[in-house]
Structures are given as structure tokens and as C-alpha cells.
């Protein structure tokens, strides 16, 4: 078999295993639009914010951002999905077998990504009648970008979970990234009012640019440079996770 069709294979056994228990997922979908309809609110109430932050269309701002908290919410977990299968033995028969590593990994990042497309479809389908708009060539090049961002942000979970001993440590990783990630991302509110320092550590936040270019896309500026720029570090996110899940696996069997 061909490092392709392995990985289709272990995209659709994955599938079948997480269909039987779906309820992370609606939980993932359940958390943006509770702070849509919640926090929407309150951030479009919000004074004396710059071009671009919540005003005229809160809905216009407010719903790219709920997309990146989706989709990290979606993707940044899969590694304890991969450490339960590394306890149980299954990770280590698999690995066993000539299946390519590579395929592996991106079996369930394959999963990822048609469940954060389609996640990304029901959130702006509820918000159309609240006022979203969003021109097709838009939605299209935004759903490239979060089916990259997801891609990354799976594939260096994957190798987290591959990498490190247990699950302890790899939900200690995760609890420590996730406040400075969600808060420097821009998602919630404008990051531009924050101090200068905290506005420099946005800059090194890959969601931050995600969300930059989903603002930018939304309102139909397809030629803003974060639109490049977002697909640029989700990709070089992707390919460091693929190479360090790789090389962790390989020393499973060491």
C-alpha cells in the first residue's frame, strides 16, 4: 500500500472509532456559539476600539475568531486520543506493520480537518441571520486557512501526545498554552489594545494571524497580507508537528 491509501485507511478507521463517541466534537462546536450569542454581545458594546474591532457588524468581527477558538479547540487535543491508544498497545502493533509513519499521523488529522470544515459550516449558517456576511471566495480561501491552522495545530498535539510519557504531562503542556494562545489571539477581544509587550507576544501566536486573515477575508480584502501569512505558519506548524511525530514514533519501537 502506498503512504495515500494507508492514510485514507486510518482517516476512515478513525472516523468509525470517534463516531461512536462523538460528544467531544459537539462539545468543541457547542463552546464558540455559546460565546457568540453570549459574549457577542458585550464585545460589541465595547468603546473606543480601532478600525476594524467590534462595531457597525459584531457578528462580522466576532465570528472569524470563534472559528480559530473551534478550530484549536477541535485540533489541540488529538493527542490524548493517541496516548490512549499508546497505553493500550494498539499504537505499538500498529507500528509493528510497514504502514508508513507519516500516514499514521495523518490519518486523524485528516478527521480533524472535514470536522472543523464542517463545524465551520454550522457556525455560519446559525450566524447568517444574526447579520454575518461573507462573500464565497472568502469562504472558500478562509476555509483553506482553518483547514491549515487545524492541520498544525493537530499534528504538533500528535506529537505531543507521541513525545511525551503520559497524559499528565501532555494535558499539563496543554492547560499551561491555552489561556496565553486564546488571549493573545485576538479572538475575543481587540488584541491592539493591549500593551504594547502583550501586543508583541500575539505576534508569535499563529492563531493571531489566523484570525487576522479570517477578519480580512470575511469583509472581502482578499489580498491582505495576513491572508499569506496565515497559511505560511499554519504550513511550517504542520510540517515541524509531522517531523516531530515522526521521529517520536520512531523511538517508540527503540
Known sequence: MTALSETATLFERDVRAKLRTPWPYVESLADPLLLLLLFAPLAGAVAAVPDGAPGSSTMQWFVPGMLVIMTFST????????QEERAAGSLERLLVTPTHRAAVLLGRVLRVVVTVLVQAAVIVAVTAPMGLR??????LIAA???AALAAGLALL???AGVGLRNAYAFWGVVTLIYTPLIVTSGALLPVQLAPDWLYGLSRVNPMAHTVDAQRALFAGDLADPSVTLAVLVSLGMAALGLALGVRAMGRLRA
Open 75 to 82: 485540533a489541540a487535543f488529538i493527542g490524548s486520543g493517541i
Open 134 to 139: 461573507v462573500p464565497v471566495a472568502g469562504a
Open 144 to 146: 483553506v486557512e482553518l
Open 157 to 159: 498535539s500528535l506529537a
